[in-house]
C-alpha cells in the first residue's frame, strides 16, 4: 500500500475536486462553483486560471476584478506549494494521461517504438503562441482549442464531442509519444511550471540511500528533473517537477521524499 | 577546441529558426480554427452581455452564470454546436429567459462579460438591478408564418411578453378578404422588447413565426442623414452629424453652369 500512498492521494484529490463542481452545478453545493476555468471558492474566493486570465488581458479586454483577485491567488497557491502540482493534482487529463503511460509500460511500447523525438521547449513556444495568438484574433486562442477546459466543463456541464479531444490526447500518449500530452504540448502546465519556479514544497534526492534500481526515473513523466538520481543529494528545483509523487511511492529505499526547499539549502550549508 | 562556439552559435541559430518556423505553421492552423470558431453571429447571450466582440473576448467560460440561471436556461456551448466553445447561451424555443428581477446570472460574472451597469438602474447613486435594461436579442415576426396576420385569431406571443402592452402591442385593422372581420397582428417595438424568448417560446405555429435575433443582426442603422424633423429629441442626433460634401466632375460648377453647359453634359 505505501507504494502507491502519493498516487491514491491524488486521485482522491482529483476525484474529490471533479465532485464538488459536479456538484456545484447538479446539486447546487456552494463549496466550489464555476470550473477549472475560473470558480467561487464558498461564494466568496474568486479563483482563476493564470494562464486563461492572461490570453483574456493581451486581447485588450477589460479585465472584471474577480479574475484578476483569482488569478493572483492561484499564482500565489502553485507559486508556493509547487506550480505543475496543478497537473498532476487537480488536472482531469492527468488521469487519462498517467493511464496511457502506464498501458505503455505495461504493453512494453517504449521498447519497440522511439520514446522521445519531441523537444521538451515545444510546450513553451505553444505558450507564447497561444498568448500571440489571442493578441491578433482578439479572442483567447487556447482556451478555445485546450482539450483540458473542454474536458473539465464536459464533466461538469455536459461533455458534447468533448470525448473526442480527450481520445485524441490519450491515443497520442499511448501510441505516438511516451508523456506527449503533459510533457510536451500542453501550454497550461507549461505556465504552472514557470509559476512554480521558486515553489518551496520539493522532491528531495538522497543519493546516499539510492541504490541505483532506476524505477523512480522509469515511472516520473518528467525525466530530466531527476538527473541528479544516485549522484548528488539534492532537491528536484526545476519548475516541471510535476510534484505528483511517483518517484517517492515506487522509491524501495526512502532515497526520495518531499521536503521544504529552504530548510534543504540550509542543511545542505551546514555540511 | 575551436570551432565549438561557432558550431553552438550555428546549433543555436538553427534551433531557434525551427522553432520559429513550426510556431508560424502552427499559428496558421490554430488561427484558422480560431478565425471560424469565434464567429458565431447568430447566438443568443446571458442578459447583460457585451457586444459580441467584447463578449468573447471577457468571457472566461467558467460558467457561473450557467450555474446561477434557476431555469436552466443557460448552457455553454458545448465542441461541435458551432458557437465559440464554452461560452454560454440559450435557446429561447426550447427555454427562453424568465427574467428574474434580481438577474442571478449578472453579478457573479468574474470576468466582466456580462456587466452589472448595463443592467442596473441608478437613482441618486444607488444602483438598483432592472433586467428590463438587459437587450439579449429583439423579436422578429414572419408575417408569412404568423396565423394573427392571416385573420385567425391568436395572441399567444402578447400575452406572453413579459413587457404585456410595451414591448408587443396588438395592432388592429380590417380583414378586407371577408369585409366584416379584423386582423389584431402583433407588433414588436424594439425599444422595449429585451430579447427575453417568452414570445418565441410560446408560438403555437411548428417552427415559431416569431423568434429572437441577436440585435447586431436583427436591427439597421439610418446614419445621420434622415432625421425627424417633427421630433425634438430627434433632432438632437444632428449635433453628432458631420458635414459631408461629395465632389464630382458635374459638381465642380454651379448647378445653373453645369445645366447651362451643353457640350459639356
Not at chain 1, 523525438?117 to 491578433?136: D, E, H, K, T
Not at chain 1, 510533457?183 to 538522497?206: E, K, M, T, W
Not at chain 2, 510556431?23 to 496558421?28: E, I
Not at chain 2, 425634438?232 to 465632389?247: C, F, H, N, Q, Y
Request: with cysteine; aromatic share 8%; net charge neutral.
Amino acid at each position: 500500500m505505501k507504494h502507491y500512498r502519493y498516487l491514491l492521494m491524488r486521485r482522491v484529490t482529483q476525484l474529490s475536486i471533479m465532485a464538488l463542481y459536479i456538484g456545484a452545478n447538479v446539486w447546487g453545493w456552494k463549496m466550489l462553483q464555476g470550473n477549472l476555468s475560473a470558480s467561487s471558492l464558498f461564494g466568496i474566493v474568486p479563483l482563476a486560471d493564470p494562464y486563461a486570465v492572461l490570453q483574456i488581458a493581451v486581447t485588450g479586454a477589460t479585465l472584471g476584478m474577480d479574475i484578476i483577485v483569482g488569478a493572483l491567488i492561484v499564482s500565489l497557491f502553485y507559486g508556493v506549494i509547487g506550480g505543475r502540482a496543478f497537473c498532476s493534482w487537480v488536472c482531469p487529463v492527468n488521469i487519462i494521461t498517467d493511464t496511457a503511460g502506464w498501458l505503455r509500460r505495461k504493453m512494453k511500447f517504449s521498447e519497440v517504438q522511439k520514446r522521445f523525438f519531441l523537444n521538451r521547449s515545444l510546450r513553451y513556444w505553444i505558450l507564447g503562441l497561444g498568448l500571440g495568438l489571442s493578441a491578433v484574433m482578439g479572442v483567447a486562442a487556447f482556451e478555445l482549442i485546450s482539450p483540458i477546459s473542454m474536458a473539465h466543463r464536459g464533466l461538469v456541464f455536459g461533455m458534447g464531442m468533448g470525448g473526442g479531444a480527450l481520445a485524441v490526447i490519450f491515443l497520442f500518449d499511448l501510441l505516438v509519444h511516451e508523456n506527449g500530452w503533459c510533457g510536451y504540448v500542453c501550454p497550461l502546465g507549461a505556465s504552472y511550471a514557470l509559476i512554480g519556479q521558486f515553489s518551496l514544497i520539493r522532491v528531495y534526492h538522497d543519493a546516499v540511500k539510492c541504490s541505483d534500481c532506476r524505477d523512480c526515473i522509469t515511472v516520473c513523466p518528467e525525466k530530466e528533473v531527476l538527473h541528479m538520481i544516485n549522484q548528488s543529494s539534492e532537491s528536484v528545483v526545476m519548475g516541471e517537477c510535476t510534484n505528483c509523487g511517483r518517484c517517492v511511492d515506487v522509491c524501495q529505499t526512502d532515497a526520495l521524499g518531499f521536503s521544504i526547499r529552504s530548510q534543504l539549502k540550509q542543511s545542505k550549508d551546514e555540511e | 577546441m575551436k570551432t565549438e562556439p561557432t558550431s553552438d552559435r550555428r546549433r543555436f541559430l538553427l534551433s531557434l529558426a525551427r522553432g520559429i518556423g513550426l510556431s508560424a505553421m502552427g499559428a496558421l492552423v490554430w488561427s484558422a480554427y480560431v478565425g471560424v470558431a469565434k464567429a458565431a453571429p447568430l447566438v443568443l447571450r446571458p442578459p447583460g452581455a457585451l457586444k459580441e466582440e467584447e463578449f468573447i473576448k471577457n468571457c472566461i467560460k467558467c460558467g457561473l452564470c450557467v450555474e446561477a440561471c434557476p431555469y436552466d436556461t443557460l448552457s455553454l456551448a458545448k465542441p461541435g454546436e458551432n458557437i465559440p466553445m464554452g461560452t454560454p447561451y440559450f435557446t429561447p424555443r426550447e427555454i427562453p429567459c424568465y427574467m428574474c428581477s434580481d438577474i442571478p446570472c449578472v453579478p457573479v460574472c468574474p470576468s466582466g462579460a456580462l456587466s452589472e451597469p448595463s443592467v442596473s438602474r441608478y437613482v441618486e447613486n444607488h444602483a438598483t438591478l432592472e433586467i428590463n435594461l438587459a437587450r439579449m436579442g429583439l423579436a422578429v415576426i414572419d408575417e408569412n408564418s404568423c396565423i394573427a396576420t392571416w385573420g385567425i385569431q391568436c395572441d399567444a406571443c402578447y400575452r406572453a411578453c413579459p413587457l404585456l402592452g410595451q414591448a408587443i402591442t396588438i395592432e388592429y385593422s380590417k380583414n378586407e378578404r371577408t369585409g366584416k372581420h379584423a386582423f389584431l397582428k402583433p407588433v414588436v417595438h424594439p425599444d422595449q422588447c429585451t430579447g427575453c424568448g417568452m414570445c418565441e417560446h410560446a408560438c403555437v405555429t411548428e417552427i415559431a413565426a416569431i423568434h429572437i435575433l441577436p440585435r447586431a443582426l436583427a436591427m439597421g442603422r439610418v446614419g445621420d442623414h434622415y432625421i425627424k424633423g417633427w421630433d425634438p429629441s430627434d433632432e438632437k442626433r444632428l449635433e453628432g452629424a458631420k458635414i459631408e460634401v461629395t465632389k464630382t466632375k458635374l459638381s465642380e460648377k454651379s448647378v445653373l453652369d453645369t445645366l447651362n453647359d451643353a457640350e459639356g453634359l
